[in-house]
C-alpha cells in the first residue's frame, strides 16, 4: 500500500522582516535615550546643594574647577572677563601649567548656538584641556 503524502501549498510567514524591523528599534531607541538626559554630569549635589568633587579621586580644590561662559552671542567669559578664543587659548594654557589637573566646567547659555559650543570645545582642547565638563540649567517651574 502507497500512501500519499498531501502537500502543502501555502506560503511559509518569514520572520526575518520582523526581527529586522525590532532590531532597528532597538538600535533607535538606543541612540535617541543616551541624548535625553544631559545632566548626567552633576556640579552640585542635589541634597545640599554642595559642590560636587571635581575629580573622580577625591574632593578637589577649588582651584582645580574653572567656568567657561558662554553668552548668547558666543562670545565666551572666564570669571567675569570677556576671552577671545586666542585668549583663551593663551589662558587655560597657563592655568594648565599651574594646575595639570584642571577641570574646565562650561556653562552656554540657551540662546547659545551649537557651533559656538563646538568651537569653544575645539579652543579649549588645542590649548590642552582634557576634562572637560558640559552643563546646561534649568528654569524651575
Do not use: Y
Amino acid at each position: 500500500m502507497k500512501l500519499a503524502r498531501t502537500r502543502h501549498t501555502g506560503n511559509l510567514i518569514s520572520l526575518v522582516p520582523m526581527v529586522d524591523v525590532m532590531l532597528i528599534l532597538l538600535v533607535f531607541f538606543m541612540v535617541t535615550s543616551i541624548f535625553l538626559d544631559l545632566d548626567m554630569i552633576p556640579v552640585v549635589d542635589r541634597e545640599g546643594d554642595t559642590p560636587a568633587p571635581a575629580t573622580t579621586g577625591g574632593a578637589g580644590d577649588a582651584g582645580s574647577v574653572l567656568m567657561v561662559r558662554i553668552a548668547a552671542d558666543g562670545q565666551t567669559h572666564v570669571r567675569g572677563q570677556q576671552l577671545d578664543p586666542v585668549a583663551l587659548r593663551t589662558r587655560i594654557g597657563e592655568l594648565l601649567q599651574e594646575t595639570p589637573e584642571l577641570t574646565v566646567v562650561i556653562l552656554p547659555s540657551l540662546q547659545a548656538t551649537t557651533q559656538s559650543l563646538v568651537s569653544t570645545m575645539d579652543t579649549l582642547t588645542s590649548a590642552g584641556a582634557t576634562r572637560l565638563r558640559l552643563i546646561r540649567l534649568e528654569a524651575r517651574q
